[in-house]
């Protein structure tokens, strides 16, 4: 008896144990909460540089489409007009200037209809001539002389070989695009306003703290130098890359086709620009409570983990058929102890219990598929009355009326009959007068295809099997201002279990998220849901009734998804019923593959 009081003594309660983990455990839960918002911050970070990317992407097709145009007219100029093939060559002193005019008049109508333009020169060393046309509008004097000057002074010191792309120059204190056109001896000079191309600034309700600019391969800002000095911002030369400067956050991308990054920068909010400091403290912190942990954990696995790894040990040998198996008494935590005390008294009554029955366990399975058929169709039915709802609501009578015909024709082939199976036949029509129903309730575009032989038409398969999955494309694929394409495919497979059944359905959606592409692929499992319920019951009827002989897979499509289902294919026989089978004889892991 004092034996027993001095083991008592020895005991650790739970509830004890458990203050001393709240304690131990409030400093990490904080430094997770920190974390977490830490991690919070880089998901700001990454939605502002994709928001960043996405707008210099825009912007960034309009400017080199913009000047590929440009190039392309310039570059016909060069190869079909016949005055600039005549500047090629020595004309007389009239013949040139007539030839340079016509020239000129040719660029002034591509001013006019491309107006990033400031100036073009049409230089010929042949003849000695510089002639040029200026968008006076959007260039100073000085911006202009400075062009006509660096003309002159390439016709006075000629290169035969010069630039075949664009690059960037200053002209009278301000940065243009430039790039010549023609050959070695005469050529079209074009100088392309930064200024005037298409830029998120412009538009009227746009960001005041947030602009795009251009920048050289060495980083040097082309435009709004003034601004990027007033607020501190220093560019980077990486090709493509985000980083901070100052208080605004930068995202830039290098164009090939014009030799400048594109940059997009915006303010940063206030004070997070500081988080980094924040964020070194948080991690000293961390360090210094991980350090704790393995003590902590070591007091856990000696008195709590160590005995329940016993448990579970002991668990799986009884669930192996041992079921003399047992828990250890001797515990140093009193709850544990009389939890072991109690399972091993249980586990001597169990004991002496007789086995479920064979035909118990038929019982359980086809509850299991009544509860199943019913569950569908509540369903169903809640689509049904938001949809007439939604049409009162609109005072569309005359629609709810041939709504409610069509979708009477649809209840019935519901409860024509309490057989779990019919006719392909059957169902595929089924399917085809709910997309009827379909396009006159909603007025939505929806097409449906059917391929399916007249050998399997005749086959028996579980009632609305297919039509939960048009119903789920109609419900979760429709995209606004596109055509729903729902395709049915319907073919019979050869395999060493006999004849299958291979029934395809896909849309071409917009797909579906990868939470339920993983579930919808997972095991089969018997758990309540509230929602997602139609495609996973008829994998649980589908399951019941065929077993391993079922295979079920969901696919991403190109575009839209993919469901395909394999079971057995059973004709009808004499009676109109398909053959029955016992669903505990066909009960397999779902796993087991296929061999077609």
């Known amino acids: 008896m004092g034996e027993k009081k001095r083991n008592r003594k020895r005991l650790y309660s739970i509830k004890k144990l458990q203050l001393a983990m709240i304690f131990l455990f409030i400093v990490p839960i904080l430094?997770?909460?920190?974390?977490?918002?830490?991690?919070?911050?880089?998901?700001?970070?990454?939605?502002?540089?994709?928001?960043?990317?996405?707008?210099?992407?825009?912007?960034?097709?309009?400017?080199?489409?913009?000047?590929?145009?440009?190039?392309?007219?310039?570059?016909?100029?060069?190869?079909?007009?016949?005055?600039?093939?005549?500047?090629?060559?020595?004309?007389?002193?009239?013949?040139?200037?007539?030839?340079?005019?016509?020239?000129?008049?040719e660029y002034k109508a591509l001013m006019s209809s491309e107006p990033t333009i400031a100036a073009m020169l049409i230089l010929s060393?042949?003849?000695?001539?510089?002639?040029?046309?200026?968008?006076?509008?959007?260039?100073?004097?000085?911006?202009?002389?400075?062009?006509?000057?660096?003309?002159?002074?390439?016709?006075?010191q000629w290169e035969e070989d010069f630039p075949k792309s664009w690059f960037p120059l200053s002209m009278g204190g301000r940065c243009f695009l430039v790039r010549f056109f023609g050959n070695r001896s005469a050529r079209t000079l074009c100088f392309i306003d930064l200024d005037q191309t298409v830029k998120p600034q412009d538009a009227p309700h746009f960001p005041?703290?947030?602009?795009?600019?251009?920048?050289?391969?060495?980083?040097?800002?082309?435009?709004?130098?003034?601004?990027?000095?007033?607020?501190?911002?220093?560019?980077?030369?990486?090709?493509?890359?985000?980083?901070?400067?100052?208080?605004?956050?930068?995202?830039?991308?290098?164009?090939a086709v014009t030799g400048m990054y594109i940059v997009f920068l915006e303010a940063y909010p206030g004070g997070l620009h500081k988080m980094n400091q924040i964020l070194i403290l948080i991690l000293f912190l961390s360090a210094f409570i991980l350090a704790l942990v393995p003590m902590l954990f070591l007091a856990l696995k000696r008195w709590y983990l160590k005995p329940m790894e016993h448990m579970t040990e002991t668990?799986?040998?009884?669930?192996?058929?041992?079921?003399?198996?047992?828990?250890?008494?001797?515990?140093?935590?009193?709850?544990?102890?009389?939890?072991?005390t109690s399972f091993n008294e249980m586990m001597d009554e169990v004991k002496n219990l007789k086995i479920e029955t064979y035909e118990k366990e038929i019982q359980v399975q086809y509850a299991e598929l009544q509860y199943?058929?019913?569950?569908?169709?509540?369903?169903?039915?809640?689509?049904?009355?938001?949809?007439?709802?939604?049409?009162?609501?609109?005072?569309?009578?005359?629609?709810?009326?041939?709504?409610?015909?069509?979708?009477?024709?649809?209840?019935?082939?519901?409860?024509?009959?309490?057989?779990?199976r019919v006719l392909l036949d059957t169902e595929l029509k089924h399917a085809e007068n709910y997309i009827?129903?379909?396009?006159?309730?909603?007025?939505?575009?929806?097409?449906?295809?059917?391929?399916?032989?007249?050998?399997?038409?005749?086959?028996?398969?579980?009632?609305?099997?297919i039509q939960t999955f048009?119903?789920?494309?109609?419900?979760?694929?429709?995209?606004?201002?596109?055509?729903?394409?729902?395709?049915?495919?319907?073919?019979p497979l050869d395999s060493e279990r006999g004849r299958l059944l291979d029934i395809s359905v896909s849309d071409n959606g917009p797909g579906i998220p990868p939470e339920l592409l993983k579930e919808y692929n997972g095991r089969v499992t018997f758990e309540h849901r509230e929602e997602h319920i139609g495609i996973l019951n008829v994998r649980q009827r589908l399951y019941l009734l065929y077993g391993g002989q079922f295979e079920f897979a969901c696919m991403e499509g190109n575009p839209g998804t993919i469901f395909e289902m394999v079971f057995p294919l059973d004709k009808i026989h004499g009676d109109g019923n398909a053959p029955a089978e016992n669903c505990v004889q066909r009960r397999r892991i779902c796993d087991e593959n296929i061999n077609c």
């Not at 200026?134 to 002074?153: P, V």
């Not at 668990?315 to 072991?340: P, T």
């Not at 295809?449 to 579980?462: H, K």
Request: proline share 2%; with cysteine; net charge negative.
């Open 31 to 105: 430094t997770l909460q920190l974390v977490q918002n830490a991690y919070s911050l880089q998901e700001f970070h990454s939605e502002m540089e994709q928001n960043g990317e996405g707008t210099i992407y825009l912007y960034q097709r309009q400017l080199e489409s913009d000047i590929g145009r440009i190039e392309t007219s310039i570059s016909g100029y060069w190869a079909q007009d016949y005055s600039h093939g005549r500047l090629l060559y020595r004309q007389s002193e009239l013949n040139a200037y007539r030839y340079s005019y016509d020239v000129i008049t």
């Open 125 to 156: 060393n042949e003849n000695r001539i510089l002639k040029g046309t200026f968008a006076e509008a959007t260039t100073t004097y000085e911006e202009r002389t400075a062009m006509w000057e660096y003309g002159a002074g390439l016709l006075k």
């Open 208 to 255: 005041e703290d947030s602009l795009m600019l251009y920048a050289d391969q060495e980083g040097n800002p082309l435009t709004s130098q003034a601004l990027l000095a007033d607020h501190g911002i220093f560019l980077k030369t990486e090709a493509r890359s985000s980083y901070f400067s100052g208080r605004h956050f930068i995202v830039q991308n290098y164009s």
């Open 315 to 340: 668990l799986k040998k009884i669930r192996s058929g041992k079921l003399d198996a047992r828990f250890r008494e001797e515990q140093k935590v009193e709850e544990l102890q009389q939890l072991s």
């Open 372 to 420: 199943l058929q019913l569950q569908i169709s509540p369903h169903f039915f809640l689509n049904i009355l938001k949809t007439l709802y939604g049409m009162a609501e609109g005072k569309k009578y005359d629609k709810i009326q041939n709504a409610i015909l069509m979708i009477s024709d649809h209840v019935r082939y519901i409860f024509h009959d309490n057989k779990d």
């Open 436 to 465: 009827r129903m379909q396009q006159y309730i909603t007025s939505h575009p929806i097409r449906l295809n059917i391929r399916a032989g007249e050998e399997v038409r005749e086959a028996m398969i579980p009632a609305l099997s």
């Open 470 to 491: 048009v119903e789920n494309s109609c419900k979760h694929a429709l995209v606004p201002g596109k055509e729903l394409v729902i395709s049915l495919d319907v073919q």
